[in-house]
């Protein structure tokens, strides 16, 4: 009896490869890695509002609420500089979504949270397969990025930020942002809002390098035995 070499080593065809929503290692990923993330954004904000100013920093959700202006909840301190011109720590509230937009829209900014968390786990659940792991890994950072920001929302009525990459470094030619910083990063975020933009950027790698479905190839009709 002779084998088919070819057909019996092929990788089982798309439509034979469970969706990722009824596959449990997949969920396993998935949830694991939103809460090994999510918990290094929740222990990387508190560890910065209890050093980097020099004495812990504690919010309140009333007082933010109450606040005419945020700057006056955070003591004055110098940045810590991680590497000079690179990278330095320093604490600002956020009330706003990524890089302060849309200050003053907290509730807004809630739902439409909840709303893109559950796209994601939409995504996860209809359009990725069992085997898309890298998929999955960048759906567990925009998940972890959305709840990070999204607990800080709740339990402080704002985003603790304090990541400033790039400070001090000027845009050429006298440029400036519409906001009137001359920097080239003149924003402070934090960890959340480096798992979104790096979820967001690798699923657009993965969606634009994934080749489209092959049709399921189906076999030639039996040739007829000749009559006898």
Known sequence: MSVDLAQSTSPPPASDIPSAGRSPVAWILLIGAVLIALGIDLGSKHLAFERVAGVPVRID????????????????????????????????????????????????????????????????????????????????????????????????ACVRDFIHPLPGVKLPFGIHWPSGSPEVWPYVSNVADLFLLIGIGVLLVYSWRKPDPQPEAKPDPKPEAPES
Do not use: C, K
């Open 61 to 156: 959700r009333q007082s933010v609420i109450d606040a005419t202006s945020l700057d006056t909840l955070i003591p004055f301190h110098d940045p810590v500089v991680v590497i000079p011109s690179v990278l330095e720590f320093t604490l600002v509230l956020n009330p706003g979504a990524v890089f302060g937009i849309g200050a003053g829209q907290r509730w807004f900014f809630v739902a439409f949270t909840v709303g893109a968390l559950a796209f994601a786990m939409l995504i996860f659940t209809r359009w990725t397969g069992a085997r898309d792991r890298v998929a999955h890994l960048a759906l567990s950072l925009l998940i972890s990025g959305g709840l990070g920001n999204l607990y800080d929302r709740m339990r402080f």
